[in-house]
């Protein structure tokens, strides 16, 4: 049996050395990226469906999750690579994590040259030029499914030319050359793959969370999104296009966790609402005793309410979805295809079947005063559970993105986060900061969940952590002062694209000064 742990001890010996030593990588979080870790930390699928597509007989695979190494994620790295003394290494990415990626990299290769070193996740699918760094040797773009098999077994053998595979950026001398975007047919059968290999999370497994549900396991039902809103970018890696996995598939998934909590993380689990149903009844059929959280979109869920009559009987908790606003006006500008009306309807659907609403919204760059204590009197008149409150960001790989790059004031890919402004807005920055905070803390409401589940005295403890997340936002306008990093980032290289393929990306560097 293969051992998958992030301990660095006797990994490199014996027969371990024999086989080729994978290190997959997820990026920590950056101080000036305020929200993500306080929530939620939830396992990386992406990494547990490489590893399951790999011969464990050839392939040693570990994990190094940075998120939870807070103290010291650079020197964690160094141990592990110490340690584990890997051949190759392989980050995921979101576009935040873009500049620290490249930073860590430039690590791994000062540590070895001789390691291979890769990029893949949600930006380099949008904007895989981004990391045409000198110290990056392939990058991984879309859905690695087709050919993450091929690219291993050809490093295992000492061969590195992949311009024949799909989804694959290759360094060249001074430019890299890009085979065009993986992008997976709607025929290719999801139910194929094998399932992930949660092995590879080792010490880590346990220190999943979502909230106050610790620990929770991750589960991937679905890929891509069927809705097409214009200020998201999460549909468009594999070109809109939405596939999902079988409700035989999932139950027999189900089955096999041994966690309480479970996070579908499907972009709009809802989407196919058959499906749902089927998976929903399943769930029931077989006995399935869990508590579960998906996202939604409102309309879904106020169109189909025995959908959620059903899910509420199973162990379905909360709910998260994207009301973006409390005005019709503000959504249509967004392109999002519904209504507050909708958005209200599903609200109470949940609340009558007893199941927490997680309301996600957007603070427009246009907000003064008035615009803010609108939206909490909204939050607040609908005793929203839990609300997550973002600031509206052009995100790379939308309209809006390419029409406003021009006037984005910050480009270091450490704002990208949705917690901080990168376009000018109606208030000066330190009034928008200010009541952006006040906004968030008006907009909470006693967390009687998490309180019945850890008890008063526990959750009084923890509230200084609360109130620290406050003022950080509160007095987030210190960001701005000056770069989120001190060190420079080697020049981005030319990117190439061969006649007759069509990529992801044919600019060199859409995020442009990180450096």
């Not at 997959?24 to 305020?34: D, K, S």
């Not at 999801?190 to 346990?206: A, C, M, T």
């Not at 399935?288 to 009559?309: F, N």
Request: aromatic content about 12%; glycine content about 6%.
């Amino acid at each position: 049996m293969v051992q998958h742990n992030s301990c660095c001890d006797s990994a490199c010996e014996g027969e371990n050395m024999n086989r080729f030593r994978l290190l997959f990588v997820t990026p920590p979080y950056h101080p000036y990226n305020l929200a993500d870790e306080k929530t939620y930390v939830v396992e990386p699928i992406q990494f547990e469906v490489l590893a399951s597509l790999l011969d464990e007989t050839k392939f040693d695979v570990q994990l190094l999750d940075l998120r939870l190494e807070r103290r010291n994620p650079l020197g964690a790295l160094k141990r592990m690579l110490q340690g584990f003394r890997p051949n190759a290494v392989g980050f995921t990415s979101w576009t935040m994590h873009v500049a620290s990626v490249r930073r860590y990299l430039a690590h791994v290769k000062q540590f070895d040259a001789s390691i291979v070193t890769m990029v893949g996740g949600h930006h380099a699918g949008i904007t895989p030029s981004d990391f045409a760094d000198p110290n990056i040797d392939y990058i991984m773009m879309g859905e690695s499914y087709l050919s993450f098999r091929q690219f291993m077994e050809r490093l295992q053998a000492g061969i590195r030319d992949v311009s024949d595979l799909d989804g694959m950026a290759y360094r060249s001398g001074d430019e890299f050359i890009s085979t065009g975007p993986s992008v997976i047919s709607r025929q290719f059968d999801l139910n194929q793959l094998p399932f992930p290999n949660r092995n590879i999370l080792g010490k880590y497994k346990k220190r999943y969370y979502h909230l106050w549900w610790k620990p929770i396991a991750s589960l991937r039902t679905g890929m891509g999104c069927p809705s097409r809103c214009g200020f998201c970018n999460l549909w468009r890696p594999n070109r809109g296009k939405y596939l999902t996995w079988s409700p035989d598939y999932v139950i027999e998934y189900l089955q096999r966790l041994e966690e309480k909590y479970v996070l579908f993380v499907d972009d709009h689990f809802f989407g196919d609402v058959r499906r749902a149903y089927a998976i929903g009844e399943a769930i029931q059929k077989a006995g399935i005793k869990k508590q579960y959280c998906l996202y939604s979109r409102s309309d879904a869920i106020a169109k189909h309410p025995e959908l959620v009559e059903l899910w509420a009987k199973i162990g379905l908790k909360r709910v998260r979805m994207g009301l973006e606003s409390y005005s019709d006006v503000e959504l249509d500008g967004l392109t999002k295809c519904n209504s507050v009306e909708n958005n209200d309807t599903a609200i109470q659907t949940l609340k009558k079947h007893g199941v927490y609403t997680e309301g996600l919204f957007m603070v427009g760059l246009d907000y003064k005063a008035k615009e803010f204590n609108e939206l909490a009197e909204y939050i607040r008149s609908r005793k929203i559970e839990v609300p997550n409150i973002t600031v509206y960001t052009p995100m790379p790989g939308t309209e809006e993105f390419s029409r406003t790059r021009d006037q984005m004031l910050f480009t270091d890919s450490e704002y990208f986060d949705f917690q901080h402004m990168v376009l000018p807005t109606k208030l000066d920055r330190k009034t928008f900061c200010h009541l952006y905070g006040r906004l968030l803390l008006k907009a909470q409401r006693p967390p009687l969940e998490q309180i019945g589940l850890i008890g008063l005295p526990r959750f009084l403890q923890r509230m200084p952590s609360f109130w620290r997340y406050f003022f950080s936002v509160y007095s987030s306008h210190r960001h701005y002062r000056r770069p989120p990093h001190e060190e420079k980032l080697q020049p981005t290289l030319a990117w190439r694209q061969p006649k007759g393929r069509t990529g992801a990306s044919t600019e060199s560097g859409e995020l442009v000064t990180i450096h």
